[in-house]
């Protein structure tokens, strides 16, 4: 059994791995910590869990005082991650951290996003980043198997990356073409009640935000920058619509030739063979959000218009699950040596 | 394992009784039939569940064709079932039947049900209805256990019935005195879309409908006479609100002496002391919705107004699983000797 | 002109007038106050309202600076009323204050309430309070002509108010026997972002509060008492939906003896004959939040069931129309000698 | 007075023109027409217009025996339009049409149109469609001012075409660069309920459909290569989202050179300075979906990527008043001589 500690269990992020760890046969919970609520039992927040969870939350300062886990997801923001990891590597826990923290793997990678972002260039625990790996699984099995620390990715990125890896990889598309439209649902703001996320103003609302400068795009184009093989820059659109879990982003590449769509195809369903949880929809099938809600898969519905020589797949994934929780958890598996659909490998429920 | 055939597969019960079979560890989908989507893949109806169930759908007039399974669920509308059963049973299939052919256990209950709502008042299969049970488990487990035929309660009725069976059971309140103000979700209207469920015309509305003639509250009021021992009639209100999946039930009775919160609250959890899918919530602890949606729980928050004499109780569950697939799997997994709480005892998903 | 200021204009209860007044005829906003975003266009919270109310806000606490107005709206919580109240009718300027702190129009009465919403029971302005009116228009029309301040109701308490009135000053029901289960969007909340508002926690979510405590149902039993010519008590049960304007709520009461639908109906549309807001909807039509949404009617839609002799009014509302703002206007033209309808009647939009 | 009649009043086009007409200081509504509903009150179909619009439905087929209007608005699927306008214009009636039928202004246009979207492509009114004008009022308000016959745009059509036009017209960016990623809520599919927008399953849902073969995209790129002085194409991905009214359309383009933030934005307002309804935001205000929702307004949100040298431009309407019924009236007004804002010029309802 993974012995496991759930740092910042109070937000969604924690809820969720939480969630998922009940239903998983080989691993429990050994501790869960924050800086809010402490003493209270995790379902007081989270009252579907009654009887399923009724942990008391810990203090996070004092998490050193109990048994190290073998892993420990930290649900935190920006910033603690760096903070927590050494002393929980230390101890012999390894570390998935939800941040940015360790999705940038080497020292000027994270310099030049802590800069974009504005945050202190300087991390907080240079050695471990070098050796951290950069947690989409579907890309880095191999890394993240053995890594003491993962970088668990932004839930945009996981639904763009996804999107453009094959056709990056083959050459399809023009590096610099690249356009990424997302749509998420308002979960993918945490739990923390803002204006903006009020049930008044956000019904019946839509709108898109940070046009040039969110940090996710930052991770995109580094990944799909290596996977290209040469420095690109994308357009990348974040927006909110009033769904609650959910991300469809609609990617649109250039073609660098005229590519028939039966080509594009066989090289999105050859890129995922052996990747369970991405689907590449099958022709004729048009994806959406209920495929995926609940769930750890991503669905990828590919387009080609030879119209105006434009690629277009449309990513749906549920931004809880592969886009943060389940793609944690995917994680976990590997770095543990489990089969990566364990705990994870089932459907949502409908309607 | 117990072999299973959902007749009806095609609706919003047929998709969650499939679902909760898919992850029930003694029970395994024999087979699925309808009247339409005849050949296709299930996956196609409900893409979420490709490559989790992609057996194709049959023709219900051809059933007879293939072997017996042990256990059906008709998941048809009224007047199906009793056509269907006495084949099923006569080759040795047990019934769980969703709608009201066999909620009503006897030849004059069952026609002055089909009376009121303006159905043939003879019963197609009268040796069946007499040794069939009505399907509320937390009622009738032991006649459920032995019965060759169970009548699926009807959504609005088990939030209903749970929320005042305590208390009429302990004579709390006076049985003329009962009110049921009960607004559902939208699913509860099933898979069909209607004018008054097209999106534009749901979202941001809410109304009551049938005012009087609910058909729900005929079952609820044979139930509750019975547990009364008294004839009873009571007022219902069903409602719509724009809410995918739940019930939210006020019950109001009037007291018959002033009885201290303290000692309704103790009644209502000894009755289900023993009915793991019965939350009464503990002292100072509200219900809502999301605490039991997804999941096979029904929720009762217990209150007493000193000031108007009265007992009101908020019943919540969702309407897609106690209130229909999770109450008949419970039904199922009694009728066949398993613990009721086998492939059900989850939590759902939050948010 | 009616010169109008809003003060705590920035919340919806201020942006609710200011949407009324920008289109009536004969009024004209001298000045929006509160104690925030001083000296940001209103537009600039309300984008919606740029190129129509640009108008600076001004801080309160220099209202007295400036030209004093017709009448002022006061679109603030409980306890500023009756501080600003006398300064604003000693300057000439009438009131129409949104909060309770107006609507129990003797000292005695305001004491009970503040007491038992556990605020300081004396009074600010107790001169003025003994003066004040009630503002439902369609109860106390003449005394609000006259009136230096008039008390806006709850919205809830107008939803109830409305539908319980005709039936009891006919003594149709039994005092004793009232029930009001209401149902209300998420608007009816305010603007201030809380945990249980924030759009992944409401949308499909569903919960009944504040049991026994809820403030409105003092204003509420106060108002029917009076109208039934002796002290009653009725049990009220606030719930929220995922709707954003609305209010539903369904109200029982036992007949005192067998009268049929035509008679009730009869008395219903003879009460509201002259009261343009009050929809007594015809014989076989069912009432629905879409028909009053965005207005400022309410319509209530009456029916008898004979076999439980209970009467059940399902009232419906747009909170903050008729449940506020709609209220407000409408009381101002009475105030000021104009046609209550003036600037009001109009339908909602659709879908 | 202009006297008006609704052919196809019915539906979601035919109640939004009644809903504006009711408030139209100098038209009036003389007839309303269609093929189902015949002989009910309008109220009957859409009861929040009890009182204000009880006027009988009347049979299309006999429209000719009654007196001829000034105006007819046919809110039609294709194909109706081309049949009724002769008769109408031959009796003095001008038009006003919502479907394709006179969007396609010369007949080798209307016939390429027909053709891709596999309708008859020989037009039933030839001699109408030449003198037929586009109904984007923005842009061919001379010609409105003198046509027989209106076609009225797309929605889609009218948020991309509005969004792109200052910029191709100035020659910013790179026509065959251009990409329209548009999110429509539920109503632009109009009345009639279909099984994907079923509350139930468009609740919480979001998805792409028809990936390059939208009727819209067919205007669009007539108009954009008509500004453009070339022929263009471009990549349109509609998509529904669970909102009820609105369009936001994220809009890119290649700039064909370095432009400053600036420049492009005074080109903007320059382009827009005399319509009163297009809204180009003032820097560093984003758009949001609630700026427009029941008004005539689109407001754009002028953006340049640097690091991409991407023009993207979102633009946001409300597909059933500037997407549809209030630019029928703009038209409306600017056909018969009146200002173009006559009866539009009002902010929408907030929250």
């Known amino acids: 059994m993974v012995r496991v500690k759930v740092i910042g269990a109070g937000g969604y992020g924690g809820v969720g791995i939480v969630e998922l760890l009940l239903r998983h046969p080989s691993a429990r919970i050994a501790g869960l910590y924050d800086i809010a609520d402490i003493g209270k039992p995790f379902s007081a927040l989270y009252p579907h869990l009654g009887g399923f969870c009724d942990m008391e939350i810990r203090d996070v ?4 005082e109990s048994e190290p886990a073998d892993v420990a997801f930290l649900a935190t923001p920006d910033g603690v991650g760096q903070q927590l990891a050494p002393q929980l590597v230390a101890r012999g826990t390894r570390v998935v951290d939800y941040s940015g923290d360790f999705r940038f793997n080497t020292i000027p990678d994270y310099r030049e996003y802590a800069t974009r972002i504005g945050r202190n260039p300087v991390h907080g625990a240079p050695e471990l980043l070098t050796q951290s790996v950069y947690g989409l699984t579907e890309l880095y099995r191999d890394q993240i198997a053995e890594a003491p620390v993962v970088g668990n990715p932004g839930c945009f990125a996981v639904s763009i990356i996804l999107g453009f890896a094959p056709a990056l990889e083959a050459g399809l598309v023009a590096p610099d073409s690249l356009i990424a439209d997302s749509k998420t649902g308002v979960s993918g703001a945490g739990k923390t009640p803002k204006t903006q996320f009020h049930y008044p103003a956000q019904y019946d609302n839509m709108y898109a935000y940070k046009m040039t400068g969110h940090q996710h795009v930052i991770e995109v184009e580094q990944q799909l920058s290596h996977i290209a093989g040469q420095r690109l820059e994308l357009t990348f659109t974040p927006q909110v619509v009033p769904v609650c879990r959910g991300i469809m982003s609609c990617l649109y590449g250039a073609l660098v030739r005229d590519t028939p769509f039966d080509e594009v195809w066989e090289i999105y369903r050859r890129y995922y063979r052996d990747s369970r949880f991405v689907r590449v929809l099958d022709k004729g099938v048009a994806g959406q ?51 990566e659909t364990v705990g994870l490998d089932r459907p949502g429920v409908y309607p």
Chains 1, 2, 3, 4 share one sequence.
């Open 289 to 339: 959000n209920s495929m995926v809600r609940g769930s750890n898969f991503c669905a990828l519905w590919v387009n080609v218009d030879p119209r105006t020589r434009r690629l277009t797949v449309v990513s749906h994934l549920d931004n809880l699950m592969k886009g943060q929780a389940g793609s944690a958890l995917q994680n976990m598996n590997v770095m543990f040596g489990l089969d």
């Open 61 to 64: 300062a004092r998490e050193g």
